[in-house]
């Protein structure tokens, strides 16, 4: 079955690194979303990104960071600069359609220190 | 804005019995889902409820929506150990594309 996958499964980093979370949707799936989920909360919507522009972002999602879709495959988040609060799990979703299941990928988990 | 309230945020139940979640949304919405996530794990989607009445089983699962009440329920019927997980649901804003705003949790623990 087709799955969304996500790398690294981990990823440690000092405060004000750069970092790029990977993520390969499925296939045939054209709407893209990242996610996040600091420990013991809820889910919070990043971004969305659809034909190749992003379609909606929350206040979360602010200048410092960015999604790209660099071929025909890969999805990736980067933060620029990174805060200790951007320590969280990130998720990627892909979905074939607006009205339809959005598939999470297994998660990246950021550490900041 | 959006808000999603689920209770209970934890239940402790004993193998064998029925349960309800319930989730409760501020705004319009014909769209909303279900998901389970495993400690340390992703979320599953579970069901996905696009309509007025619209009525999902799988298993020892049931999903409904009201969306005049702004509800949806999980029911669980004769729990089992291996349903243990923090249930989500997630609803999408009519005016708001299709980014999904998520509820707090529950957290299911079945006894055996």
């Known amino acids: 079955e087709p799955e969304v996958t996500q790398t690294p499964s981990h990823q440690v980093t000092q405060m004000g690194q750069e970092v790029i979370l990977r993520c390969v949707p499925i296939?045939?799936?054209?709407?893209f979303y990242w996610y996040r989920q600091i420990l013991g909360q809820k889910v919070e919507f990043l971004v969305s990104?659809?034909?190749?522009?992003?379609?909606?972002k929350s206040e979360i999602f602010d200048d410092q960071f960015s999604v790209e879709r660099p071929d025909g495959s890969n999805f990736t988040l980067k933060i620029r600069s990174t805060k200790l609060e951007d320590s969280a799990m990130y998720f990627c979703?892909?979905?074939?359609?607006?009205?339809?299941?959005?598939?999470f990928g297994p998660g990246t988990r950021l550490l900041v220190l | 804005e959006l808000k999603v309230e689920q209770n209970p945020l934890f239940l402790s139940m004993q193998e064998g019995k029925n349960y309800t979640i319930y989730c409760n949304y501020s705004?319009?919405?014909?769209?909303l889902y279900w998901y389970r996530q495993d400690p340390g794990k992703s979320l599953e989607s579970l069901f996905v409820?696009?309509?007025?009445?619209a009525v999902k089983q799988e298993g020892r699962l049931m999903a409904s929506l009201d969306t005049k009440a702004r509800l949806s329920t999980l029911h669980i019927t004769a729990a089992v150990h291996d349903l243990s997980a923090t249930y989500f649901c997630?609803?999408?804003?009519?005016?708001?594309?299709?980014?999904?705003?998520f509820g707090g949790g529950t957290r299911l623990m079945v006894k055996p």
């Open positions: 979703a892909s979905s074939d359609d607006l009205q339809e299941t959005q598939y």
């Open positions: 296939s045939n799936h054209l709407y």
């Open positions: 990104f659809y034909n190749n522009e992003i379609s909606e």
């Open positions: 705004t319009t919405s014909d769209r």
């Open positions: 409820l696009l309509s007025n009445g």
């Open positions: 997630a609803v999408v804003n009519n005016n708001a594309g299709n980014m999904l705003t």
